[in-house]
Every structure is written in C-alpha cells, then in structure tokens.
C-alpha cells in the first residue's frame, strides 16, 4: 500500500562527458546495468541528491579504467529527474523482510549450483562486488512476476562505505543512498547540473 513513492527526487550520474552530452541531445539513453554485481540488481543507477558523489566515483573509474566497460576520458556528472514509482524502498522495514525472503527462495534454488557471495576488492573491506545482494533483489523481482504482483519501478537503499569519519564514528566518507531504476519511464528527464551563484542565498 505504501511502496508508491510520492514526488519527484533528484538523481545523478557519474560517467563521460560525452556520454552526458549524447544523453541530452537525445541521442541515446542510459544503457542499464545488468552486472551480477549490481549493488540493488539491475537497472540505471543514480546517486540520490548528491552530484559530488557521482563525480567523485566517474573520477574513481578514470584512475581504474578497468572496472567501467567505457573509458572515462573527462568525468562529468549528468542529472536526471526521477519518480520512484512502486519503490522497494530498502529504507522502509517491510521491505526488508522482502528481502530476506528472497534470500530464502534464493537458497533453495541454489543448493545444487552453491550460493554466490558478495566480495571486496583487493584488501578494501567494503564489500564493492554484490554478487549475492544482486541475486536476492533479482529473485524478489522474479517471484513477483511469477505471482503476477505489480512490479517494482525502482529499487533504494542507503550504503555504508569508506573509512570512518573520525574515531568511533557512525559515519563513513562515502556514506550515500543509492537509486537503481528498472522502469526507464520514472526518468522524467535529464539536466546538467550547474553550480550555486554566490550572489544569492543558496536554496
């Protein structure tokens, strides 16, 4: 009853700069990632409200050109205007039991083949591979579809990463809620972000 997220929400994408422009010409769309190590499974992928993130990570992708299938020649950041739609909304505790669910169905189906993992990258600790979180979002979306319930358009949830802001802290420096979307028509449109003018309060 509640999956349906009300009003539109920023989103940005970090990539090339030649692929912000084709984007906004209309020349081509987003092309979907469809890795086994989605973070929230398959789809376009935004960062929520926060354009610095997007392009610290497309800076990221240029000095490890390795682990983006496009070369990133000059970072840049493209937004987009999204409606949520039907959201599994991983903030929302429902949801979460949603999940676990998957996983169950998930573990039932994979006795024979071994259940995938969700890795970390050389000796970072932040598990930056999902292979398992992926295959669980996947077959919650499967099972749905199975059933004939209504699908999700997105999927949203808030991510942990990165060193510790200072001692004890509860805070990491690369803390972010990520947005993965499945249905390209919550993409109500696409921007180029612009800075503040200092000569104004910022809003």
Partial sequence: MYSTRSGLTLGFHGCDESV???????????????????????????????????LEFAEHLQKFPGRSKGAIIKPAVIGAVIDLGACLDLLDYQNLQLLKNGYEILADNEQVYGMPRNKSI???????????????????????????????????SVFYEGNELYPNAGFREKDHVQICIRNPNC?????????????????
């Fill in 187 to 203: 993409i109500k449109g696409f921007f180029l972000p612009r800075e503040s003018d200092n000569h104004f309060p910022k809003v």
């Fill in 20 to 54: 912000v422009q084709e984007v906004l010409n209309g020349k081509t769309f987003m092309k979907i990632s469809a890795n086994n190590y989605d973070w929230l499974g398959h789809g376009n992928y935004f960062w929520e409200n926060s354009p610095s993130r997007a």
């Fill in 122 to 156: 050389g000796n970072l600790g932040d598990l930056l591979l999902r292979e398992l979180d992926c295959a669980v979002i996947e077959s919650v979306h499967t099972v749905r579809e199975k059933l004939g319930y209504f699908p999700f358009d997105s999927v949203r």
